[in-house]
């Protein structure tokens, strides 16, 4: 379309109009295809820092840094103090010698009084008065300060001797002495066997057969990878019938079972 307007002619290209929505995902988009900034690109920083923002340009060739007022302190030399220990006696000022405390000065001065109630210890030895020194004591009372006589029992002192059966006034019962009486062995008890005994000539001649061989012998059995299998039952335990006196054990108490 052209325009003309004081005498100049403008040419005017018209487009449809774009909404506002369509303009400013055009531009977001832009925005995000742009690479991001390496903010790391400097050789003299670490790796470690995260930067909010460009670092300052240095014009010099190294990273000059600057200590904290802390730091600045801890790298001075402690201060080394060469003199000797001053002491004890020192000379006094005379305004200390012509100082007159405060009545506040004297009152802090003064030692704390004791708490209301409070009783001083009383001596260990406390003075006897002269009643009690002079005091005579009744037969009561010395009957009373004689010490107890207990009857010693036999055979309680350690120092006791081991006096003979006939002076032990204590009779036993009929039935503790039937539970002293020790028992007598069984008929057919043979006594402790000696350590060394005589071997037969057939027990030191004889030859183990091949079945008593092949029980002597440890068993045998493959391991998992090998292909054992623990969960197979054997034939013999699958055919065998229990005896009737592993049936009785396997069944319950009497005196467990519930009463119909």
Not at 188 to 199: N, Y
Not at 220 to 248: C, H, T, W
Request: charged share 20%; net charge positive.
């Amino acid at each position: 379309m052209f325009v003309k307007d004081n005498g100049i002619v403008m040419n005017i290209l018209c487009f449809p109009r774009q909404p506002a929505s369509t303009i400013f995902m055009a531009t977001f988009t832009k925005k995000l295809a742009q690479p991001k900034p390496n903010r790391l690109r400097y050789p003299d920083r670490r790796s470690v820092y995260w930067l909010d923002q460009m670092p300052p340009e240095s014009t010099g060739s190294i990273t000059k840094i600057e200590l904290t007022p802390r730091w600045s302190e801890l790298c001075r030399n402690k201060t080394f103090y060469s003199q000797v220990t001053v002491s004890p006696e020192w000379a006094v000022s005379g305004a200390a010698l012509r100082a007159v405390p405060s009545d506040r000065l004297c009152a802090l001065a003064l030692p704390p009084a004791p708490a209301v109630g409070w009783q001083p210890e009383r001596p260990l030895l406390k003075p006897l008065n002269r009643g009690t020194q002079t005091a005579v004591a009744t037969s009561r009372i010395c009957q009373l300060a004689q010490p107890k006589r207990r009857p010693v029992l036999e055979g309680c002192s350690p120092k006791s001797k081991p006096l003979p059966l006939t002076h032990i006034p204590y009779k036993p019962s009929a039935h503790i002495e039937l539970l002293a009486t020790p028992k007598h062995d069984h008929p057919k008890f043979e006594g402790q066997r000696s350590v060394c005994w005589p071997v037969s000539r057939a027990a030191r001649n004889c030859s183990a057969s091949h079945r008593l061989l092949e029980l002597c012998g440890p068993k045998k059995r493959m391991a998992l990878f090998e292909g054992y299998d623990p969960n197979i039952v054997s034939r013999a335990a699958r055919s065998a019938s229990p005896s009737p006196r592993i049936q009785q054990l396997c069944l319950p108490l009497p005196r467990k079972c519930a009463s119909n």
